[in-house]
């Protein structure tokens, strides 16, 4: 039988053993034996998992001791910080709104983040294991605190919590997160996450202009409710979407910004055409691909003004939006914003409004049949800007939202509209597209016919933006 003693393994393999050995409390032998007999047991029958009492231990029993993620060439690598507040929820979708932006995120949980979410659902999320302790053997071995600091193109911290600010502003270094924060010389932007009293106290605005003072990039607080039952006001963390857009702005040009000096307009939302002062005709659009075209035309670098109907979706970061609620206010908002590069028109605008709408409100009448409601067309703002002979963008971009026959009636609104481009999609009840959050696309341009995968809104709205990018800036869509 073969043998082989722990002297004849090479240097770093008996240096990880040996680490490894001593975060168990074991000798070497016997960590070799333990491996063994793990091994020839085979992984059925492996004893489970202990359950961790300890936050290193859960580190330390991780059947993953090397943890090193391919990053695919032009990605760019995060590091995000997830501090302890019941905001940290919301970093874990923070990491997928990442990931979508092709970034590579790895994650460093504090001891108070993990009173919230747990290190396997950040680590599942992000691809990669999440780190927790200082001196931890495993991850020290892996990468340890100053690779963690280094390795990566930008640090994020949500939530930001004032504990951990004040260790930013203060230097302090006695954990796994305010190690690496004080160790990077990588750009560091943090989404503040507190009560409004805290955020207010003269302490943390100290601490606040100290970290902007070092050059710590911020986005929020915004203002909102609280967790806590009956607190509102600035204090509650940035959506993660906005803190999505922020990470990406701190890449600049770098990141790839094709739409740098481009102004767009982008129409969204459906509109309100009123009945009497309290009523109105409306329809189901969420404003949801518009809003995410918007906000993927901005991250990509263009002057954004988005025109929104009355919606129920945040404003997306970095666009200026001009707010209306009917088609003809959305018509004037549009043609105000001119000139522009291009145009989307994602809107669902009324196809029509009441004739005249009531000054009160339209009373019942008992033993009468209801007033018929007279109603006149609305402009139609996407053909009205296509067949302008001034300013007309140079790429205009309309929607079909069909319920039958796609793309025939697609192609023969192209024509009719006169615009460039029309995004085609089918909006019948079964989809659940309209209002939901995927959709599934048509391009259609004088040149044929494109059929997208489905996807999600904000990936119709990154590949649109895309090839806008492409179209303005000579090459051929
Ligand atoms: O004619 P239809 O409503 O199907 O056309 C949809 C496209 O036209 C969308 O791009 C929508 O934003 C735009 N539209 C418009 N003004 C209207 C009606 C539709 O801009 N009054």
Known sequence: MASITIRQLDESLKQQLRLRAASHGRSMEDEVRTILRAAAVGPAEAPPARAATRRNERVAESPVLVSKPIVPAGHKRVLLIIGGGIAAYKSLDLIRRLRERHMAVRCILTAAAQEFITPLAAGALAGERAFTDLFDAASELDVGHIR????????VVAPATADLMAKMAGGHANDLASAVLLATNRPILIAPAMNPAMWANGATQRNLAQLMQDGVVTVGPNAGEMAEAGEAGLGRMAEPLEIASATEALFGDEGGRPLAGKRIIVTSGPTHEPIDPVRYIANRSSGRQGHAIAAAAAAAGAKVVLVSGPVSIPDPPGVRIVKVESARAMFEAVETALP??????????????????????????????PLPLALVENPDILATISHRKVKRPPLVV??????????????????????DWIVANDVSPETGIMGGETNSVHLVTAAGVETWPPQSKDGVARALVARIANALTGEQA
Do not use: M, Y
Not at 357 to 365: A, D, F, L, R
Not at 399 to 419: D, P, Q, S, Y
């Open 398 to 419: 309309g929607f079909a939202a069909e319920t039958e026959n796609v793309i025939e009636n697609a192609k023969a609104k192209l024509v009719r509209k006169g615009c």
């Open 148 to 155: 963690l600091a280094r390795d990566t193109d930008a640090i």
């Open 340 to 369: 522009a590069d291009c145009a989307v028109f994602a809107a669902a605008v009324a196809d029509w409004r009441v004739a005249t709408p009531g000054s009160e409100k339209i009373k019942k009448q008992k033993g009468k049949a």
